[in-house]
């Protein structure tokens, strides 16, 4: 090849370079503010698949009709939850700030004995109380004080369900795209995966799907059965709102270890109010049951099902919200999948080529 020859083919893969880096970069400027709704169609879609086929399979040949049935389940099983839970809400949470205002209203004489003779702590608490007590305004203050952060972070969350409601629909309306035209889709994807990587495309993609059914199913099912099981000692220890502490106790489980916030303040304050042995029998109940399913399931769920390490997978779900929001607990594990996937097949190539020597 000439000199003239070369420098042609070289200005035209440079060229070809700039025009694809352009494209990327005005392709991501279209639609980065569709990327979070993109992402979570793909994780649902992706994960409810084996309900949707034996769906499909039932409603054959109209396809678009179980795609938008599909999409209609999909956003029943959010909507309607987030309904009840703001609903539930609205009642409860007045009527809870009642009772702590009312309890605290009684002074000292409210506390049973045995909490004022704690050492260090019993005789601060009923200071606290007792001060409370004679001066209402300094309730109000001091109530307000304590209910700000949490108000706070509730009108952010539903502000923000508000803001990002024509993203869920564009999720949806992504899901229903997804179901309809899915298979085609992943085939197209996986080919040029395997142009690009070659045949390891195959492992790598199938860590990814295993990651992100695992932790799906180990972080939801595993919230929702410690959610049950807290409910039902709730009611049993006469508590009140046992379905709002129930739902407050998944929500919290979705996060490693924050299930005992829940039980444990509840547990104090039934012990705080004399109620001894329902805070006794309910903070046993959640040490030895409820955190117990936490220690037990989640780890045999996505540990099994990924082959990952489960404090490889924690620092995944952690170390992803915090760089990609609430769809980094799946983005998260998954790109610890991959880089597992990565040194796993690195290892094996390199004694495959010690054993040859």
Request: charged share 10%; no cysteine.
């Amino acid at each position: 090849m000439s000199g003239s020859g070369f420098a042609t083919v070289v200005s035209a893969r440079i060229a070809l370079g700039l025009f694809l880096a352009g494209l990327f970069l005005l392709s991501y400027r279209v639609l980065h503010l569709f990327l979070a709704p993109i992402a979570w169609a793909i994780v649902l879609s992706y994960v409810t698949w084996p309900v949707y086929r034996r769906l499909r399979a039932l409603m054959w040949p109209y396809v678009a009709a179980s795609s938008l049935l599909m999409t209609l389940l999909l956003a029943g099983v959010f909507a309607l939850p987030l309904l009840w839970v703001i609903a539930t809400l609205r009642i409860e949470i007045p009527i809870a700030y009642l009772t702590m205002v009312d309890f605290l209203s009684h002074g000292k004489d409210a506390l049973p004995p045995y909490l004022s003779r704690l050492p260090w702590v019993g005789a601060e608490i009923e200071r606290l109380v007792d001060l409370t007590s004679h001066e209402p305004e300094a309730l109000r203050a001091q109530l307000l004080q304590w209910v700000k952060p949490w108000a706070d972070e509730a009108l952010w969350v539903l502000g923000d369900i508000g803001r990002n409601a024509f993203k869920f629909g564009f999720a949806l309306l992504t899901a229903f795209f997804l179901y309809r035209d899915g298979k085609s889709l992943l085939g197209q994807a996986r080919g040029l995966m395997l142009r690009l990587l070659g045949p390891r495309a195959r492992g790598y993609l199938q860590a990814m799907g295993d990651t992100m059914r695992a932790v799906l199913y180990g972080l939801v099912l595993t919230a929702l059965i410690q959610g049950a099981f807290a409910g039902l000692g709730y009611w049993v220890a006469g508590v009140g709102a046992p379905v709002l502490l129930g739902v407050a106790t998944v929500l919290l489980a979705l996060i490693p270890f924050g299930t005992p916030v829940v039980w444990g303040s509840v547990s104090l304050w039934l012990l705080a109010t004399g109620e001894i042995w329902a805070g006794v029998g309910l903070a046993a109940w959640g040490a030895l049951v409820v955190s117990q399913i936490d220690n037990l399931l989640r780890p045999l769920v996505i540990s099994n099902a990924t082959r990952i390490p489960y404090l490889l997978v924690l620092f995944g779900v952690l170390g992803g919200i915090s760089a990609f929001g609430l769809i980094g607990l799946f983005l998260g594990p998954m790109v610890i999948a991959l880089l597992l996937a990565v040194w796993r097949e690195w290892v094996g190539e390199q004694a495959r080529s010690d054993t040859d020597r």
